[in-house]
């Protein structure tokens, strides 16, 4: 267990067992493409790890969103549409990520529950984490499976613009409190992307579950 992952207390006081995983994480604080050779050796590593016996009640991802490899595209797309195929459709998956995430239709219909950062400089990473970790226990204590739905919003802009004390950020994020209050709502999350990457799904999104 990675000393960045911090959400454990929620499972082991529902009385659940942890199964870690993998963790790995650049040396660079952002970089290019990661090439399919490397991205295969640890994708094999973290999907071989999600037991095929029908024993998992919930899975709990904490990745950025804005991994882009060679060939592929979105990494974090990749990797929970594999998880999904060998636990099911009814074992709800939650995936912690970056407020920076350039976020992709095909992630959030593989993911049950996302949870993107509320801040820019991130000082709720934790928070994040264990917001994610509470929901899903919630979802495996009531047997139900959230579903994501993804909305794009028509604006690119780099990271310096898109900081939390930004008038414009912070209306964002407000409306997201007003959609949280919302019956039936989980999570309202809000992504400015990373603009730096060249890919398909660049750009900022609201996610609700």
């Known amino acids: 267990l990675h000393r960045r992952c911090q959400p454990f207390c929620h499972w082991r006081d529902a009385g659940y067992e942890i199964l870690p995983a993998f963790y790995a994480e650049s040396a660079c ?4 493409a990661l090439s399919l050779r490397a991205f295969r050796s640890i994708a094999q590593e973290l999907i071989a790890a999600v037991p095929l016996d029908g024993s998992v009640d919930g899975v709990w991802l904490y ?12 990494g974090e797309a990749f990797l929970v549409s594999a998880i999904r195929e ?7 998956i939650a995936v912690a990520l970056d407020f920076h995430g350039n976020i992709s239709h095909t992630l959030a219909r593989a993911a049950n529950l996302i949870v993107g950062y509320r801040t820019a400089p991130h000082v709720d990473i934790a928070q994040t984490q264990e917001t994610a ?3 899903l226990c919630r979802a495996m204590r009531e047997g139900v499976t959230p579903w994501a739905s993804l909305v794009r ?8 613009a898109a900081t939390t004390d930004m008038p414009h ?4 994020l407000q409306r997201l409190d007003a959609i949280q209050e919302m019956e039936g709502v989980w999570r309202a999350s809000y992504f400015t992307g990373m603009s730096w990457i060249d890919c398909p799904q660049n750009g900022s999104v609201i996610v609700v579950c």
């Open 169 to 172: 950020i912070r209306a964002i």
């Open 133 to 135: 970790a509470a929901l």
């Open 86 to 92: 060998r636990v099911g459709p009814s074992v709800p």
């Open 63 to 74: 990745l950025h969103g804005s991994m882009q490899v060679e060939f592929i595209g979105s």
């Open 153 to 160: 919003v028509p604006m690119l802009q780099p990271g310096e």
């Open 29 to 32: 604080v952002a970089g290019g």
